[in-house]
Nanobody, 115 residues
Framework: QVQLVESGGGLVQAGGSLRLSCAAS????????QSWYRQAPGKQREFVAV???????NYSDSVKGRFTISRDNAKNTVYLQMNSLKPEDTGVYYC?????????WGKGTLVTVSS
């Protein structure tokens, strides 16, 4: 089992920045993908960003150019740097890890962007 704990959420004004972290612990053997998703109130969970084991990254069109995903393998931690935040970025941000065909999710951290 892999446990994931997100942190770094909070309240920020539009145009501001936040940095989310997701620390993994437990039976970490070979992580293939580390991703961030978000869920706005009343909406379905949606993909935000992903980083593969080789370092290749991908982003949703809505955050491309504003968000950056990165990781620290020594700390088993993935980050999401969020700049130029907009009210529509508000939601609960979840970390997901894919390891050996199994997906693991964190419990999320709330990001609120005020206008």
């Amino acid at each position: 089992q892999v446990q994931l704990v997100e942190s770094g959420g909070g309240l920020v004004q539009a145009g501001g920045s936040l940095r989310l972290s997701c620390a993994a612990s437990g039976r970490i053997v070979s992580i293939n993908l580390q991703s961030w998703y978000r869920q706005a109130p009343g909406k379905q969970r949606e993909f935000v960003a992903v980083i593969a084991s080789g370092g290749v990254t991908n982003y949703s069109d809505s955050v491309k150019g504003r968000f950056t995903i990165s990781r620290d393998n020594a700390k088993n931690t993935v980050y999401l740097q969020m700049n130029s935040l907009k009210p529509e970025d508000t939601g609960v941000y979840y970390c997901k890890v894919l390891q050996r065909g199994m997906n693991y999710w964190g419990k999320g951290t709330l990001v609120t962007v005020s206008s």
